[in-house]
């Protein structure tokens, strides 16, 4: 079955400090794995995909097969970090699209 | 600028009644999708649809209908409303062929059930 499991239902950090939200999948194919983010009062947009190995404001994820992980990374948080982060796995030849259960991220001044 | 636009912002609609959510793309994509968001329980995919007329069932279809008559077009359909069917509704497009498509979403409707 796929499957999405981000354990972390909030995240408080403060500025500067390193970011990390952890997001781990089960599929039995290769996977397409994404990062979503919704601001406050704003619709849910893509963040960044594995595939584009591309770092956007300052984050990054890197895909680990081995431990079914797509974790998103930040060195130093920023207060317009503070969103609702979404990871999510798209199902090879069906284009469907499965998210987790989100992790809200609050960066303190 | 792409566009994915929900009908409604809000909706109250009472217990029995018949719902229906509206979105529309412009971008013609093939792929729309309805999603539930529910704090605690993120996204949960409703129903899915790849082509005119053509619809899959996502995780939690109970209580749900579509109807993709157009491309452009999804409807998300409540056919006999209840209270546990209060949430935010979100609609999505993407074009097909990969899954590392990008999805778009709309602004999200938030439905109450009284």
């Known amino acids: 079955a796929q499957r999405v499991t981000q354990p972390e239902k909030l995240l408080s950090v403060f500025k500067g400090a390193p970011v990390e939200l952890k997001c781990n999948y089960s599929y039995s194919g290769s996977p397409e794995l994404f990062w979503y983010v919704q601001y406050s009062r704003q619709r849910l947009q893509l963040l960044l995909r594995h595939i584009s190995r591309e770092s956007i404001k300052g984050f990054t994820a890197d895909l680990n097969k081995g431990e079914t992980s797509f974790h998103l990374k930040k060195p130093f948080a920023q207060e317009e970090d503070s969103a609702m982060y979404y990871c999510?796995?798209?199902?090879?030849?069906?284009?469907?699209?499965?998210f987790g259960t989100g992790t809200r991220l609050q960066v303190f001044p | 600028d792409v566009k994915v636009t929900q009908s409604s912002r809000y909706l109250v609609k009472r217990t029995g009644e018949k719902v229906f959510l509206e979105c529309v793309q412009d971008m013609d994509h093939e792929n729309m999708f309805w999603y539930r968001q529910d704090p605690g329980l993120g996204l949960r995919l409703i129903y899915f649809?790849?082509?005119?007329?053509?619809?899959e069932k996502g995780d939690i279809p109970e209580g749900y209908s579509v109807s993709r008559e157009k491309k452009e077009r999804f409807s998300l359909i409540l056919e006999s409303a209840s209270t546990n069917q209060t949430s935010m509704y979100l609609c999505?497009?993407?074009?097909?062929?990969?899954?590392?498509?990008?999805?778009?979403f709309g602004q999200g409707t938030r439905l109450t059930v009284v």
């Open positions: 999505a497009s993407s074009s097909s062929g990969t899954a590392n498509t990008e999805a778009f």
């Open positions: 649809s790849y082509d005119v007329k053509m619809k």
């Open positions: 999510a796995l798209g199902v090879y030849n069906t284009d469907k699209l499965i």
